[in-house]
């Protein structure tokens, strides 16, 4: 059996810089959502995000190929982030995603608790902050106001009560990239080395 090991935390936890250190240190397949939201600097269609417009969304849609969807309603207009079918190869091997604790519940009633498996990442939030603020001022146009909104929007979206909810309890703390990296490495092969 083959596992979606699936890395959540509040925004500037460190998600994108330790999925793809997991990806160079491990056996891994990505799972590549899809976005309708402005890629940033940085990013590279097919392999952050599949950045996709309105038209694409609606047809993945219609054809019932979304095993999840949320939009959030930003201070640049609604960006909707999603999961088709075809993005998650578990036929292949073990796969490594990044989300949140919404897609997280969706992708687990869709391919069973057996198979996704938790990765929280936590840091503090004035280290979170900082991060945020340093990750912004990088893009060629910071977009302050939604770096703000999406920073309070964490505090209700991972909430204690929706972690212990969702059944997660353990906690990879990142304070250092590398030794938070080496934490969840040794954590899926643990799993992984079981089958």
Same mark, same amino acid.
């Given at each position: 059996?083959h596992?979606?090991?699936? !890395?959540?935390?509040?925004?500037?936890? +460190?998600?994108?810089? %330790?999925y793809?250190?997991?990806?160079e @240190?491990?056996?891994?397949? $990505?799972?590549?959502?899809?976005?309708t939201?402005p890629?940033?600097?940085h990013?590279?269609?097919?392999?952050d995000?599949h950045?996709?417009?309105?038209?694409e969304?609606a047809?993945?849609?219609k054809?019932?190929?979304?095993i999840?969807?949320?939009t959030?309603?930003t201070?640049?207009?609604d960006w909707?982030?999603c999961?088709a079918?075809?993005s998650?190869? !578990?036929?292949?091997?073990?796969?490594? +995603?990044?989300g949140? %604790?919404e897609?997280?519940?969706?992708? @687990?009633?869709?391919?069973? $608790?057996?198979?996704v498996?938790?990765?929280?990442?936590?840091v503090?939030d004035?280290l979170?902050?900082?991060r945020a603020?340093?990750?912004?001022?990088a893009?060629?146009?910071?977009?302050?106001?939604e770096?703000?909104?999406?920073?309070l929007?964490?505090?209700?979206?991972?909430?204690?009560e929706?972690?212990?909810?969702?059944?997660?309890?353990r906690?990879?703390r990142?304070?250092?990239l590398?030794?938070c990296?080496d934490? %969840?490495?040794?954590?899926?092969?643990a799993?992984?080395?079981?089958?």
């Amino acid at each position: 059996m083959h596992h979606l090991f699936y !890395l959540m935390g509040k925004s500037a936890s +460190g998600k994108d810089s %330790l999925y793809k250190l997991l990806l160079e @240190r491990l056996p891994l397949l $990505p799972l590549v959502l899809c976005t309708t939201r402005p890629q940033r600097a940085h990013e590279q269609d097919g392999t952050d995000y599949h950045f996709i417009g309105a038209g694409e969304l609606a047809a993945l849609r219609k054809d019932g190929l979304l095993i999840e969807e949320r939009t959030y309603h930003t201070v640049m207009g609604d960006w909707t982030y999603c999961t088709a079918r075809n993005s998650v190869p !578990l036929e292949q091997g073990d796969c490594l +995603g990044i989300g949140t %604790l919404e897609s997280y519940e969706k992708l @687990r009633a869709y391919f069973g $608790p057996e198979t996704v498996v938790p990765l929280y990442i936590e840091v503090e939030d004035g280290l979170r902050l900082q991060r945020a603020l340093d990750r912004e001022r990088a893009q060629d146009v910071p977009n302050y106001a939604e770096l703000c909104r999406r920073f309070l929007t964490d505090t209700a979206d991972f909430s204690e009560e929706k972690l212990a909810a969702a059944g997660i309890s353990r906690r990879f703390r990142n304070l250092d990239l590398h030794v938070c990296a080496d934490e %969840l490495a040794a954590a899926i092969t643990a799993l992984t080395s079981h089958v």
